[in-house]
């Protein structure tokens, strides 16, 4: 049985909103639009990525950016929109 560890960005486009809100390669997504993402399956994770035009994100940090969990997914965050 795999452990799910989570859903991590694994990259930002400079200049996009994302980039400009401060994501960063390696933090950890925790919520999406009220949709928990901490026990998310990668497909249903990019399933509510790609079904909203406007995203309110909740993200954990990762100022080491260090990889702790093998099984970790990583999704790129090319452009979203971003909201304060």
């Known amino acids: 049985m795999d452990q799910n560890c989570g859903i991590f960005i694994s990259n930002v486009?400079?200049?996009?909103?994302?980039?400009?809100?401060?994501?960063?390669?390696?933090?950890?997504?925790?919520?999406?639009?009220?949709?928990?993402?901490e026990n998310i399956s990668h497909s249903k994770a990019l399933e509510v990525?790609?079904?909203n035009t406007l995203l309110s994100v909740t993200v954990k940090s990762n100022l080491l950016g260090k990889s702790f969990c093998p099984t970790q997914r990583f999704i790129p965050f090319e452009s979203v929109s971003w909201q304060r």
């Open 13 to 37: 486009e400079k200049g996009s909103k994302a980039y400009d809100g401060g994501l960063k390669r390696g933090d950890q997504i925790l919520e999406v639009n009220g949709t928990n993402f």
């Open 49 to 51: 990525l790609r079904g």
